[in-house]
């Protein structure tokens, strides 16, 4: 009989997590993990919650050897305790690829892209979801709710499902139909809203707290991060522990640039890579660009702001929750922060399909069209390595794109 468990090696399965509690980056007070957990509740601070483990006892890169090609193959640096109540659709471990046809462009820049496309449910979500759902069905969770732009929705439905968990999901009533369909199709239960996922997020934590349901709101809760992180361990891994100059992130919620920088914090404790980091540059829509203008001015949180309507679904977050955090990678890393129209994405998305073969979301089309911008300006130069992060498949967009 194949075990449930097929994705992992009985090496794995053997293999505990190190996790020890959660902190608060902001205050640092301490919250025991074992229970559900969802910000932190020290007077006014609200944080996210971030999940530690015990990166003493220095584990060698040789425990990778060997296993399976998915995120769990960090498990020791994953918080779910128990293996059996990891819920996997085999996510994580996506290609990086070089830029090929349309590298003349950049010239003697060399770049390449970390395609997500290939995941469950087809968007790096897969991740996050994975992590959060596995983490609610060790704490007993029965029901489990969030609002989205599109793609996080799809994937809390179909690991809800994976889980045998109730998934509500909140989607404002633009989005395209086929996202609707697929979390139908998926048995969550469905609410559509007229507005933006703020407005989705505010019903969503009413009904929550009104019914009881677990909230899995971006950053609202530790796990998605931790999900999310293993896109860093792998860009190590794939780059041979020697991590690009640069790397461009389309920003929304900002949960996958934050879980990056996470990931490079563990491995040069656990001393798998040194202290050289990448800038790190979120890219977001004209339409939702708050982390920009903050970024910019020089303000440690950003302002509401939403233009309304974007192709990039993902990219319409008018003010990310971890906003201060955020902004805290950008600058620690030297980075920067730029913001792509509508048109930019749909011009960049064709060029990237075109010449790449890649037909890649809008929201990944838009780091081509600005690297081409920091290109121009100078702030990227010859001789660095570039590494775009497209978050999902294109042809969940097409809605969009007509």
């Not at 498990?75 to 996510?91: A, Y």
């Not at 462009?105 to 892209?113: E, P, R, S």
Request: glycine share 8%.
């Amino acid at each position: 009989m194949i075990s449930a468990h097929t994705l992992l090696s009985p090496f794995d399965l053997e293999s505990k997590s190190l996790l020890t509690h959660l902190r608060c980056p902001e205050c640092g007070k301490i919250y025991d993990a074992s229970v559900v957990q969802t910000v932190c509740n020290n007077g006014e601070c609200d944080s996210s919650l971030f999940a530690e483990y015990n990166l003493d006892d220095a584990l060698s890169k040789d425990i990778l050897i060997g296993r399976p090609a998915n995120m769990w193959r960090y498990r020791e640096f994953m918080p779910v305790t128990e293996p059996e109540n990891i819920v996997t659709l085999g996510e994580g471990f996506t290609p990086i690829l070089p830029l090929q046809n349309l590298q003349a462009i950049a010239g003697d820049i060399q770049v390449y892209w970390k395609d997500e496309s290939g995941n469950p449910t087809g968007s790096f979500k897969a991740r996050g979801i994975s992590a959060a759902v596995s983490k609610a069905k060790e704490l007993g969770i029965d029901t489990i709710v969030t609002p989205t732009a599109g793609n996080a929705g799809g994937a809390l439905a179909a690991y809800a499902a994976r889980a045998d968990i109730k998934a509500v999901v909140y989607m404002p009533a633009l989005t395209p139909k086929l996202f609707k369909d697929e979390c139908r199709l998926y048995g969550a239960q469905l609410i559509e809203v007229d507005g933006s996922i703020s407005d989705c997020g505010k019903l969503a934590h009413a009904d929550a707290v009104k019914n009881g349901w677990f909230e899995v709101s971006t950053l609202k809760e530790p796990y998605r991060l931790e999900g999310k992180k293993t896109m860093g361990y792998e860009i190590a891994e794939q780059f041979n522990w020697q991590l690009p100059d640069v790397i461009l992130y389309p920003t929304g919620g900002g949960t996958g640039l934050l879980g990056i920088w996470k990931a490079f914090d563990e491995m040069e404790c656990l001393g798998w890579i040194d202290n050289h980091r990448p800038k790190m540059v979120a890219v977001q829509s004209d339409s939702c660009n708050g982390i920009v203008k903050a970024f910019h001015t020089e303000l440690n949180v950003s302002e509401f702001t939403d233009g309304g309507f974007t192709i990039a679904n993902g990219l319409r977050v008018p003010k990310p929750y971890a906003d201060k955090l955020i902004l805290k990678v950008l600058r620690k890393s030297h980075g920067n922060a730029i913001s792509v129209s509508d048109a930019d994405m749909a011009i960049a998305l064709k060029e990237i399909a075109c010449h790449e073969g890649m037909l890649i979301a809008p929201e990944g089309a838009a780091l081509w069209h600005a690297f081409k911008q920091l290109k121009s300006t100078g702030w990227l130069h010859n001789g660095q390595t570039v590494l775009l992060l497209n978050t999902g498949s294109g042809y969940k967009y097409l809605e969009n794109l007509s």
